[in-house]
């Protein structure tokens, strides 16, 4: 018996809808809690200008519902400044402390593992023994001018965060494995709360300190969060979507007034990005 012309074009059609829907949730994310979403440059921001803003708390998402992201990687850029200890000058003198910690059930999250302090990578560097719960070395330290390069070879796209002035710190994660399923994921993406869905991955959560060398709490610093490697049976890498990162400024309920002083900048790139300050500070 025939089917209808419009029945077999409905069944057809409906196969890339499912599997459309089945890779919604990119590969790789951030959030930061409390953050507000910035719809013109498509960035969770959270406000570091107080004391209280310490310590951020940065989520970085693996959707390993098919299979296990390895070797993966944050990065953390800001602006270079200049400062002279013992007569030495240095470009860069932040340090960042991540702590691994869980989602606690925010909106909703489970999150049942804490990530490992220490992922066993060749050369990763770790603060105290092996045994300790929180890191601040890092795995790279980006020159101003430098761009962070994925598996494969190829540089992350620079989406107006890296350059002249910019320097960046990196961080190894580890791997992201697929057994058993860590947490629900979600697509971590526009204003208000998300919603927890029926796909599994790894959630693992980061709480940062930002501090200069000689131990001083850094406030009103602007920072930028970028999230990159590849899946396991693939060369090439992956990296947060740019809708889908994260960065830290003075205070994200005023930027007309931070783009007005110069503090802040806005360049295209496919769309409106955030783009870090190079002014130096001594």
Known sequence: MNRPLWLI???????????????AIPALQLYLEGAEWDKYTETWVVDGSSSGSYPIRLWAIGNTSSESLVDVRLSIAYAATERTYS????????????????????????DDSIPDAD????????????DATSYTDPWHIGDPGEIPVLTGGKELPNHGQFGPGIVWQEFMLGDFTIRPPDSPIADFIGSG???????????NVYEIWVRRDNGDDVHGVQLHFDLYDHYESRTKGKFAPFSHDAAMAPAPSTWVGLLSMGVLGVIAYGRRRFKLSTASSR
């Open 9 to 23: 074009t409905l069944a057809l059609l409906s196969v890339p809808l499912v599997a459309s829907t089945a890779q």
């Open 87 to 110: 007569g030495t000058t240095i470009t860069s003198d932040l340090r960042f402390t991540l702590t691994p910690s869980t989602t606690r059930g925010y909106w909703g999250f489970t």
């Open 119 to 130: 992922p066993l990578t060749d050369g990763y560097q770790m603060e105290g023994d092996l």
């Open 193 to 203: 709360s998300i919603v927890p869905t029926t796909t599994f991955g790894q959630i």
